[in-house]
Each structure stands twice: as structure tokens, then as C-alpha cells.
């Protein structure tokens, strides 16, 4: 879709309007009366920090909640819905980041579930050659008598934006599609929403991501707070400043400073580690590599390939199977946790409520749970509270967390907040090695800009760091070298990566594989 010549409102008829639309949950106003145009044949993205507001308006339209006020219209007409089953009827499907599939089930069976048609019989090769066809006339093939379980998440997603086509939507709601696809599957979405807007229909596109919002939206409608801080804004026209200026209200520094600097001694060193999941299944496969003092050495990889295993048996909250993890030459594999923090462990795991964190307790006792036991927090047996409340002030100055006093409980703190109390307290003890585990999800621009500036601190004041990301764009500034997760193994290790390399290593292509038959493109990055 060409974005120099941008659609003018005047002369493409409206789709749906919302008008004034209010929601509210318990000591939230989700949405206060906020304002949505969409236009037949656009792609029209929906942009927001975390808690914004995006998806609740978006369930609004799609039929599952019901809005306290405002005014809904589809073709002209006004409308109102009690359920997805009534927005589909007009031809409103939203397809969620959690796809909602059976595994032991077909395509074809997937898609043809909970229709009305066809009703007593079904003859399954006739519906199979349907669903190819509209697969192959929108860009999107799929095996129709595969069985979801057999296809990846990208082929999942095609089920899913099959399964609304089907049934006849006209406007397609996407919420984070990309957040588990690859870059090269996120290429192929991208060529088939295209697709669809030149066919009239029209794709709304709930993101947080500003470079994939300006490579795929025509439109823009920003969210803050509930309210709309932008309406229908052209991407030609516009910005990535401009647009997170308007998500979070100030100027956002995207592309950080990184000094050059050489590492150290290896401080990390996994050797053929082993490991199985929750459910007793073979998780991490035999990984090995070392990370330095004074360098950030990021790991790549989609959502669900052993980052999170790996992860865990570093911090000590999981046992390997096989293999060793040594911190400063000493082994902290199979230890308890307590161990590796002695010898200079700060871990900031991927779930900062549960994991992170305890929620009920206040900012104080969240930041003094690592030495606590050591002095000047504690004398013996007993804790000098004082000395416990300087240091938690000290470090709400120094790492600008924002609450309204350090007994508050962390529970009450936004996203980004919470995080920064979770840095404060591993940063604090100076470690020499830090794991971060999706530092920045769910993270306003602005916030991950905070959390981007604490990272690179640590590398310069000799930390070795492993930044475990699904952000690409966040490895690929912050890193020194990038090495990408599949199925529990290493598909290899780059310096200065290109985003096409990491992507088809993404995708199971090893490393040695890409070099060999690409050798004059890649060799120089290895």
C-alpha cells in the first residue's frame, strides 16, 4: 500500500464510527468518551501505552463488553451489541492475541465450528476446497485438512483471520498480532491485510509497536489515559516522535547512546545445558555460551522456546538435567536461588507481579528483600526499620519511581513502576551478572526508555548482562552480540545482525545454514 498518496476522508465512505463511548470497571475508567472513525478499505492502527485503553474500546466494538455511553454506528446505522455473535452479523470480527483454536481439530473443522451452516450433513472436501480458495484469493494458504497442533503460530493466525473472512467480516480487529510471529511471518500479515484493505475491507490494528504501525497503518488513532489524543492522524504525515509524543505527553529517545567499549572475563558460562519444561517435556537442548563482564548479550527467539526454562535454572528456580551454568567460575546450576545471589546474581524475571515482586507488601520491604539480612538493614536478628526506609527512599529518588509514599503497596504502581522498583532492588547490590527477562514488556514508550538507560548503566559499570527479549529492535540497540533460541537450542551468534538473519534464525534456520547459502553476506557478521 502506497503511504505517499494517503486516502482523503472526503472521498471514502465511513465503515463504523464510535462516538463518546465510556466503559468502566471497578476504579478504572477504561474509556472516557472516546472518539473512532474507520474508513472502508483502510488499515487504520490503534496506538497506546499498556492500560491506554485500545482493547477495551476494541471489545466494545467486537460485542463483548457493553459501553456506560456512546454511540455506535456501522454502515450509517446505528447499532448494538450483546455479544461477538451480534458484531459479526454485521460484519465485525476481532481476532485476539490468544488464538482461540482446537489443536485436535482440522482447519476446515475450526473454521466451520459454531455456524448455523452446514447444519445435518457435511461433506468435508467441498468445504476443505472453499477455505483453500479463500486462503489462496487473500494471499493466506493453509493445509485445510491439517490439524492446528501440526501448524506454526504465523499458519494459527491464518486460521483465525480465515475463520472471520468465512463468516463474512468486512472489518477485521486485530489486537498485537505480531506479538508471537517472527519477522518474516510478521512480513506475510502484513502482505495480507494488505491484501484485504484492497479488496474494501477494512483492518483496525491495536498496537504498541510505532515502526510496525508507520510500515503498515494508513491512519493512526492514538489513546492515552482512556482519551483520544490523536484521531485518524495520517502515518504519511507523521513521525515515530510525533506519535509517542502523543502516547505518553513528552519527547521519547529511541535510538540510546551505547559507548564502545571491550568486554571483560567471562562472567556466565552455560555448557551443554539440558532441562524439561512444566509439563516434563525437553525444553532446553544442549545449549552453550558465555556472557562477559561489561557487554549485554542478547537472546532472541518467539515466545516459547526455552527462554523462560533457561532462564529459570540460572536463577536457580529450576534444575537442568544436564550441563552446568557457572557464575565467576563457580557452578550455581541445581543450587538454591540464595546461592547465586551471593555469588552476584540480580535476576528480573518476566513476570514482574508474581515473580518480580509481592504485590501486598509495600515498596520498602519489595527493595530490601536481598539484604535484609545483611547490615545496615538488619542487626542480628532484628531489622533497623529507619536504615530500611533511607534506603528504599534512596533508591525511589535514584531510580524515579513514582508512588505516593514507600509504605504504598506495589501492587497499586503502574507497569512501569513496579519495574523500576524490581531494577532498583537487583541493581542496587551492584551485581556482576544480571538476567533480564522481557524487561520491558508491556511498557509504555517512555518507560522503556527508563528501563533502556538503567541496562546500559550496568554495561558500562562492568556488568555482564543477558537481555532475553521478543523485542527485536530493543536486541538489536542495546546488544553487543545476539544469539536466537529455537525449539531449546542455539541456531547461532552474530555481532552488528542484520534483522533478516536473526529472522530466519528465528524460524529454525541454523546459523551455519544461512552462511552457506548466503556465504559473502553473513560471513562479516559472525
Known amino acids: 500500500m502506497d503511504h505517499s498518496e494517503p486516502k482523503t476522508p472526503a472521498n471514502i465512505p465511513l465503515v463504523v464510527t464510535m462516538k463518546g463511548i465510556v466503559k468502566r470497571f471497578p476504579g478504572v475508567l477504561a474509556n472516557d468518551h472516546a472518539d473512532f472513525e474507520l474508513r472502508q478499505g483502510e488499515i487504520h492502527a490503534l496506538l497506546g501505552e499498556n492500560g491506554a485503553g485500545k482493547s477495551t474500546l476494541m471489545n466494545v466494538l467486537a460485542g463483548l463488553y457493553s459501553a456506560e455511553a456512546g454511540i455506535i454506528t456501522v454502515n450509517h446505522k446505528e447499532v448494538e451489541f450483546h455479544s461477538p455473535k451480534d458484531a459479526i452479523k454485521v460484519g465485525i470480527g476481532m481476532i485476539h492475541q490468544h488464538f482461540m483454536l482446537v489443536p485436535s481439530q482440522t482447519v476446515t473443522e475450526n473454521i466451520l465450528l459454531g455456524m448455523d451452516e452446514p447444519r445435518f450433513r457435511m461433506n468435508l472436501n467441498e468445504y476443505d476446497q472453499k477455505i483453500s480458495d479463500l486462503g489462496k484469493r487473500f494471499g493466506m494458504e493453509v493445509d485445510p485438512k491439517a490439524k492446528i497442533w501440526q501448524l506454526s503460530v504465523g499458519e494459527q493466525q491464518r486460521v483465525e483471520i480465515l475463520k472471520m473472512l ?174 547465586a545471589i551471593e555469588r552476584g546474581l540480580a535476576y528480573v524475571p518476566e513476570d514482574r507481579t508474581h515473580v518480580g515482586s509481592a504485590p501486598n507488601l509495600s515498596v520498602t520491604d519489595n527493595v530490601i528483600m536481598k539484604n535484609y539480612r545483611r547490615a545496615p538493614i538488619s542487626h542480628g536478628w532484628m531489622l533497623d526499620i529507619p536504615a530500611a526506609q533511607s534506603f528504599a527512599k534512596n533508591l525511589k529518588e535514584a531510580y524515579n519511581i513514582i508512588v505516593p509514599t514507600i509504605d504504598t503497596p506495589v501492587r497499586l504502581l503502574s507497569g512501569g513502576n513496579l519495574q523500576r522498583v524490581i531494577l532498583a532492588r537487583e541493581i542496587s547490590g551492584k551485581p556482576a551478572l544480571l538476567v533480564a527477562v522481557q524487561p520491558t514488556r508491556g511498557l509504555d514508550v517512555g518507560a522503556i526508555e527508563g528501563v533502556h538507560r538503567l541496562l546500559l548503566a550496568q554495561r558500562e559499570a562492568g556488568a555482564a548482562i543477558l537481555l532475553i527479549s521478543e523485542e527485536l529492535e530493543e536486541l538489536l540497540s542495546l546488544s553487543d552480540r545476539v544469539a536466537v533460541i529455537y525449539e531449546g537450542r542455539l541456531m547461532g551468534e552474530v555481532r552488528d545482525p542484520e534483522i533478516e538473519i536473526i529472522g530466519l534464525m528465528m524460524t529454525g534456520t541454523p546459523l551455519e545454514q544461512i552462511a552457506a547459502q548466503t556465504a559473502t553476506g553473513v560471513k562479516h557478521h559472525v
Open 166 to 339: 468465512y463468516r463474512g467480516a468486512n472489518v477485521l480487529i486485530m489486537d498485537e498480532p505480531t506479538a508471537v510471529l517472527a519477522p518474516q511471518e510478521a512480513d506475510v500479515l502484513f502482505h495480507t491485510l494488505r491484501a484485504m484493505a484492497a479488496e474494501g475491507k477494512s483492518v483496525i490494528f491495536i498496537s504498541h509497536k510505532l515502526q510496525e504501525v508507520m510500515a503498515i497503518a494508513d491512519r493512526v488513532t492514538v489513546l492515552r489515559k482512556g482519551k483520544v489524543t490523536a484521531s485518524g492522524v495520517p502515518t504519511a504525515g507523521s513521525t515515530r516522535q510525533e506519535l509517542a509524543r502523543l502516547m505518553v505527553g513528552r519527547d521519547v529517545v529511541f535510538q540510546m547512546e551505547k559507548n564502545q567499549q571491550e568486554a571483560g572475563e567471562v562472567v556466565l558460562k552455560v555448557q551443554d545445558l539440558h532441562a524439561e519444561n512444566d509439563k516434563g517435556l525437553p525444553a532446553v537442548r544442549g545449549m552453550s555460551f558465555e556472557v562477559r563482564a561489561g557487554e549485554i548479550y542478547g537472546l532472541a527467539g518467539v515466545a516459547g522456546n526455552g527462554q523462560r526454562e533457561l532462564s529459570q535454572i540460572i536463577s536457580g528456580l529450576r534444575k537442568c538435567t544436564k550441563g552446568r551454568v557457572l557464575l565467576n567460575g563457580v557452578e550455581i546450576s541445581n543450587q538454591p536461588t540464595q546461592y
